[in-house]
């Protein structure tokens, strides 16, 4: 991917600094051109120039996606080895297959017990994946191959949670993050980029 996005960047980058350079000054635009026609040394030096920016470019872009996979890959490690996360899940899944599901467990009086804390836990888990995929610190496509169907089963577990505590609290953004995740999954799309010219380089 990484590799596919980097021309695009390169050239939007090049083309950006043409348009800057003639903004600034058309002359000066002009005369530099024609020291470049001129001048082979100058003409050197500017295509040494232009190929070191390509260089640093593809470095800082292969080096955030190289980051971003390995923060996602750990990740995905504490979720399979934790042993908090793994209690959490297990109980959650339990809860999720008995005949009153989660949604009971979003009640006030619920709100100290552990199966509430747990329940909480592990929902939280998979918010903050999908904050982290918004943010560009989790790898979509990795995280989207390793748990598409288990993020769009633990969803249609915790709906009726989500659902009973957005109606007692009053705020339907609780877990909304979690969901957009899931219904990337079921859509089989990623998030919306914002400006994507600016997506190319991240």
């Known amino acids: ?41 100058t003409t050197a030096i500017a295509t040494t120039t232009i190929l070191a920016v390509i260089v640093a470019v593809w470095g800082v872009v292969s080096q955030r996606a190289i980051a971003r996979r390995q923060l996602t890959y750990q990740q995905i490690v504490k979720f399979l080895t934790d042993k908090d996360v793994i ?20 009640a006030s009086d619920k709100e100290t017990s552990i199966e509430h804390q747990q329940i909480n836990l592990t929902m939280n888990f998979f918010e903050l994946f999908s904050i982290g995929v918004q943010k560009g610190v989790i790898d979509y496509d990795l995280f989207k191959m390793w748990n598409r169907s288990t993020v769009i089963q633990y969803w249609n577990y915790a709906r009726p949670f ?15 993050e979690f969901e957009q995740l899931a219904n990337w999954f079921k859509a089989d799309q990623g998030p919306r980029k914002h400006g994507w010219r600016w997506s190319l380089f991240f």
């Open 1 to 41: 991917m990484v590799g596919m996005r980097i021309v695009p960047a390169i050239l939007y980058f090049l083309l950006g600094a043409v348009v800057t350079a003639v903004l600034i000054n058309w002359s000066t635009a002009l005369s530099l051109l024609s020291i470049m026609r001129d001048h082979d040394t």
């Open 87 to 106: 209690d959490a899940r297990r109980k959650f899944i339990e809860i999720a297959k008995s005949n009153d599901g989660l949604s009971p467990y979003a």
């Open 162 to 176: 989500a659902t009973a505590l957005r109606t007692r609290l009053g705020n339907d953004l609780l877990f909304c």
